[in-house]
């Protein structure tokens, strides 16, 4: 375990289960993180007071680090914690991160990020046991981002700010089955396509082709009259169905403001085959 106080100056003895594992070197007094041969499970939890960024690689290949809090961490660079331990981390004053920050974690099982305004691709790439992910801030979702290639035991999303859903970005993610988003502006083309989600409540202004494909586990739909673009099959949920079951649509907002919705499909309705809807 190491700790760092609030003065780097305090550090005078690093022990390890009763035993000095420290030593003098040129560079001063140091850990056997700098001495040891990787992956020999030195370092298992770390806790900084007033460290304000972690550099690139700092505690890659730790692969026995399990525990981290850093309360005024602002910053964390190119796969800082890249095939560690880690099953949760505390990051309260987090606002940048880079590629490769948080990959390759087998054991860490839900995300909860505040005031991030943008992730990377592969950032948290590779994270298998992940079923919960929360953006409480206005987090940016790269276009190239495959939530299903990050998180495949995916089972919960949530944001409060996310103004765009990119296309494809959930696509694939079979076990994902509570979403809620809420000021999203667009929702890209076949954004949760073959998800399992059960309800939609989508306020989005912009509905992409194809962005509910299959998605066979719906069973009712809340819809804004903001929504000014729903692009074709963007409910076709039941694809390869001759009888699907009724789908419940709730409109809000009047009718006359749902004429002016632009609905690109060959119907005059988004709805799939079987539906039942409610203004």
């Given at each position: 375990s190491c700790r760092i106080p609030p003065s780097c100056a305090d550090i005078y003895r690093l022990n390890f289960k009763g035993d000095n594992m420290g030593y003098f070197s040129p560079n001063g007094y140091v850990a056997p993180a700098y001495y040891d041969e990787p992956g020999a499970g030195f370092l298992k939890s770390f806790t900084a007071g007033?460290?304000?960024?972690?550099?690139?690689?700092?505690?890659?290949?730790?692969?026995?680090?399990?525990?981290?809090?850093?309360?005024?961490?602002?910053?964390?660079g190119k796969n800082a914690f890249n095939n560690t331990a880690l099953a949760e981390f505390d990051f309260p004053a987090l606002a940048v991160v880079s590629e490769g920050s948080f990959a390759n974690i087998p054991t860490l099982k839900s995300i909860s990020l505040v005031g991030i305004k943008e992730i990377y691709a592969d950032t948290f790439y590779n994270c298998n046991a992940v079923t919960s992910v929360i953006f409480s801030g206005p987090t940016k979702i790269p276009e190239s981002m495959s939530f299903d290639d990050c998180f495949p035991q995916l089972k919960s999303f949530k944001s409060s700010y996310t103004e765009e859903i990119p296309a494809y970005a959930f696509s694939g993610c079979s076990n994902l089955s509570s979403v809620t988003i809420k000021n999203v502006h667009t929702i890209g083309e076949e954004a949760f396509k073959d998800c399992a989600i059960v309800e939609?409540?989508?306020?989005?202004?912009?509905?992409?082709?194809?962005?509910?494909?299959?998605?066979k586990s719906i069973t009712s739909v809340e819809m804004s009259a903001k929504v000014s673009t729903v692009g074709a099959g963007a409910f076709n949920l039941y694809p390869y169905m001759e009888k699907p079951p009724v789908l419940k649509f709730n409109c809000i907002g009047d009718i006359n403001d749902w004429a002016q919705t632009q609905f690109e499909n060959e119907s005059s309705t988004p709805m799939c085959k079987n539906s039942e809807i409610t203004f």
């Open positions: 007033t460290l304000t960024s972690i550099p690139d690689n700092a505690f890659k290949n730790c692969t026995a680090l399990s525990s981290v809090k850093c309360a005024s961490v602002k910053e964390i939609v409540e989508c306020y989005a202004s912009s509905i992409g082709k194809n962005a509910f494909f299959n998605c």
